[in-house]
């Protein structure tokens, strides 16, 4: 008999291409578009932030989650629920419409409310569901934005029967991120006349912190690679969270990320200019001599060109980079495209590497989709070297884009590029260990070698692009998982 298809609330910050500012939208988006592919009844809901581009969307009021409101601590929010269709994609998305709180030019602030803006986000995820008559098997929530749901369902929410027997799963893109407030705000988490419910050794430090509430209340963790599930256990990555996860070792999974095979296809890739796949690779030279050309780099196809996609985050290994890069420009022929923004410091370090380099460094700051798929398709390596990486997107990307990957083994890195072994002809990338910056400088330096190796450079190319890592494995584990949480007989 086939299985019922399961009722599914996915409440996340970022969902791409509404709202997007790393692998967490891209995860919320093609984890969502799977599960309803395969039948699954699934309301996505993330905030109506005015930096969303409406341009090309067709949104409507649902004329059934018009004018509401709801009282969070002292604030009385009203708002209303508008649907929308993802571009090249069935799914409905629901778009929580406050314009209090979400007409801010960036999707997060660090504004004095920031965590109302999400504390509503996770209680209108419940009350939505309320409000359709929707008793979802799974409430799947995303981050600290949305870990609060969790401890809703088990407390303000206990009394409603439409819940009795859902359960709610929290997975953890970056525990680098927790929501960390002062205790003030108990009054706003509905939480002041029950801090009992909270972690006590926070509220005695005066603070609250949602991730971890997330932690002690989710039936099921999961975060997104099978390494960064063993290393957050540990002190050197929990982030102060290890005690806890160790206690619900039990309830971890990790699950790497899958990819968005229709958005990141070099066959089909509108944004550059090349199309090109594993059978007819011709294209991605041509993608080479149009970017290099575009960002005004001297362009010759004898020149490695090293790609960087990144937001500027220690996270993202950029010390390093710093100090092993400026060196080694010096002594080896390679040219750099890098796109990102973040950290000032890192920012201004590429400023200037660009404007000592100018044939040889370009670099992009801000954010962009059209030129982030033109470095993969471009480049003929892509560098990675984080200082830890719960899964990470780009490495996938460039395995499908035929562009190697330079990464160092941490997370989902880890779990997705092998080091290429010239006398086996086994690999897909290069991969080193320490994170120090000998240890990328010998990457880099491998990196190089091969390059000039065409043979093993074809071989190395051929095989991360045979690669398969889309959802249809990976988003099988979830279906899996989430059956295995609801009560029997479901
Ligand atoms: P993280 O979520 O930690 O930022 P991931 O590798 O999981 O890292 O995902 C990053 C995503 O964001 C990828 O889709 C990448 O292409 C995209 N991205 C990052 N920075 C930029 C940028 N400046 N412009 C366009 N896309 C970017
Ligand atoms: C986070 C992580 C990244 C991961 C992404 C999607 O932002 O930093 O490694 O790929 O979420 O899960």
Not at 58 to 87: C, F, K, M, V, W
Not at 236 to 263: A, C, F, H, K, P
């Amino acid at each position: 008999m086939p299985e019922k298809p399961l009722k599914i609330c996915l409440v996340s910050s970022e969902l791409t291409p509404l709202a997007k500012t790393g692998g967490l939208a891209d995860v919320s988006a093609a984890l969502s578009a799977f599960l309803d592919n395969k039948g699954h009844d699934i309301r996505v809901l993330i905030p109506f932030y005015s930096a969303i581009d409406t341009k090309s969307l067709e949104i409507a009021p649902d004329p059934s989650l018009q004018n509401l409101s709801i009282r969070i601590g002292n604030h009385h929010l009203n708002y209303s629920i508008d649907t929308t269709t993802l571009p090249n994609k069935a799914l409905k998305i629901y778009l929580l419409r406050c314009p209090e709180l979400y007409d801010r030019p960036s999707i997060y602030t660090d504004g004095s409310d920031e965590h109302l803006r999400f504390i509503l986000l996770s209680r209108v995820a419940i009350e939505m569901c309320q409000h359709m008559g929707f008793a979802p098997d799974i409430f799947h929530c995303h981050d600290w934005h949305t870990a609060l749901t969790p401890l809703y369902l088990k407390t303000l929410y206990a009394w409603d029967s439409l819940f009795e027997n859902t359960r709610s799963v929290l997975t953890i893109h970056n525990i680098g991120y927790q929501g960390i407030f002062d205790a003030r705000i108990l009054h706003d988490m509905g939480m002041q006349d029950s801090p009992e419910n909270l972690y006590q050794e926070d509220l005695a430090l005066g603070r609250v912190n949602f991730l971890k509430t997330g932690v002690l209340y989710s039936d099921l963790l999961t975060t997104v690679s099978p390494t960064y599930a063993n290393e957050i256990l540990g002190s050197t990555y929990g982030m102060g969270l290890q005690d806890l996860l160790r206690q619900r070792q039990d309830s971890l999974v990790g699950i790497l990320n899958g990819m968005d095979t229709d958005e990141w296809n070099p066959r089909k890739d509108a944004l550059i200019p090349y199309p090109y796949d594993a059978r007819d690779i011709s294209g991605k030279k041509e993608n080479k001599q149009a970017l290099m050309q575009e960002l005004e780099l001297d362009s010759n196809d004898d020149i490695p060109l090293l790609g960087i996609v990144s937001r500027l985050t220690s996270q993202k290994g950029i010390d390093l980079i710093q100090q092993v890069v400026p060196k080694l420009i010096q002594q080896r022929r390679f040219a750099l495209a890098v796109l990102g923004s973040g950290e000032p410091r890192y920012e201004k370090f590429f400023g200037e590497l660009q404007g000592r380099y100018r044939n040889h460094v370009c670099f992009y700051r801000g954010f962009s989709n059209k030129l982030a798929h033109m470095i993969e398709a471009g480049s003929d390596m892509f560098l990675m070297p984080s200082q830890f990486e719960p899964c990470g997107l780009n490495q996938m990307y460039s395995l499908r884009y035929g562009t190697v990957p330079i990464v160092r083994r941490t997370g989902g890195l880890a779990d997705s590029v092998q080091l290429f072994e010239p006398s086996s002809g086994k690999g897909t990338g290069i991969v080193f260990d320490d994170y120090s910056a000998s240890a990328l400088e010998w990457a880099l330096n491998a990196a190089l070698d091969l390059y000039q190796d065409k043979k093993s450079w074809r071989k190395l190319v051929r095989n991360g692009m045979a690669m398969d890592y889309s959802w249809k494995h990976q988003g099988q584990i979830y279906i899996d998982l989430f059956r295995q949480i609801l009560p029997t007989g479901k």
